[in-house]
């Protein structure tokens, strides 16, 4: 598959273990969140997004978690299963069009 | 069928080379995007379009130049090709707000020798 994993944090998990990703985002008055997930091959999939008014939003087996005071965004998997693998990145707008950034992303490895 | 089409998968060409690489979409939306990926330095904004009329650079468009044939079609031309501009490229689109919720296609990997 592409290397879009290389030189990206890891982090590998045990196969039923719950998965926490964070990510830091740059702008406090940015007013929604959205993960995406990205296996190797494909192209960057949603999962889930969050609004600023909002601490969690929870989905199927994942939520998210969103802390403004620290500008801190996580990710929440549970039981967590080789399907999982993947490279998980956040994005935010950025100025008043509504474009994403990215950020750099962590790719998950889950071992059997 | 996907929503979002690129064509074609994969491709390999020669310093020099003009190339397109192509986008098509069925989730009627009006903005498109096309971003490389390359390892260690995510997504970056290669053009976008919010409407057939509607062009705009975006961190990384030299070398490169977009036509938007239709409000489904979004193309992107590598005029000569280089090197270093071997990558992985994604269209994507969205409906707008408030949510700018992108979809992307499964990506286009380009080789330049």
């Known amino acids: 598959g592409e290397n879009v994993g290389l030189h990206l944090p890891t982090l590998s998990v045990q196969e039923g273990d719950n998965s926490i990703i964070n990510c830091a985002y740059s702008?406090?008055?940015?007013?929604?969140f959205i993960w995406y997930k990205q296996e190797s091959g494909k192209g960057p999939q949603f999962i889930i997004d969050i609004r600023s008014n909002m601490d969690k939003r929870q989905g199927q087996r994942v939520t998210v978690l969103l802390n403004k005071t620290v500008k801190h965004l996580s990710l929440q998997i549970a039981a967590t299963q080789p399907g999982d693998s993947a490279v998980y990145f956040c994005a935010e707008p950025e100025g008043s069009q509504g474009n994403l950034i990215f950020g750099k992303g962590t790719k998950l490895s889950v071992k059997p | 069928d996907a929503d979002v089409t690129q064509t074609p998968r994969n491709r390999i060409t020669k310093t020099g080379k003009r190339i397109m690489l192509e986008c098509s979409q069925t989730?009627?939306?009006?903005?498109m995007y096309w971003y490389r990926q390359d390892p260690g330095l995510g997504l970056r904004l290669i053009y976008y379009s919010f409407d057939v009329k509607d062009i705009n650079k975006g961190e990384i468009s030299d070398g490169y130049s977009v036509s938007r044939q239709a409000q489904a079609k979004f193309s992107l031309s590598l005029e000569s090709a280089i090197p270093n501009q071997t990558a992985l490229y994604f269209c994507?689109?969205?409906?707008?707000?408030?949510?700018?919720?992108?979809?992307f296609g499964a990506g286009t990997r380009l080789s330049v020798l």
């Open positions: 702008n406090s008055a940015s007013d929604y």
């Open positions: 994507a689109t969205s409906g707008g707000f408030p949510k700018n919720i992108q979809y």
């Open positions: 989730k009627g939306h009006d903005r």
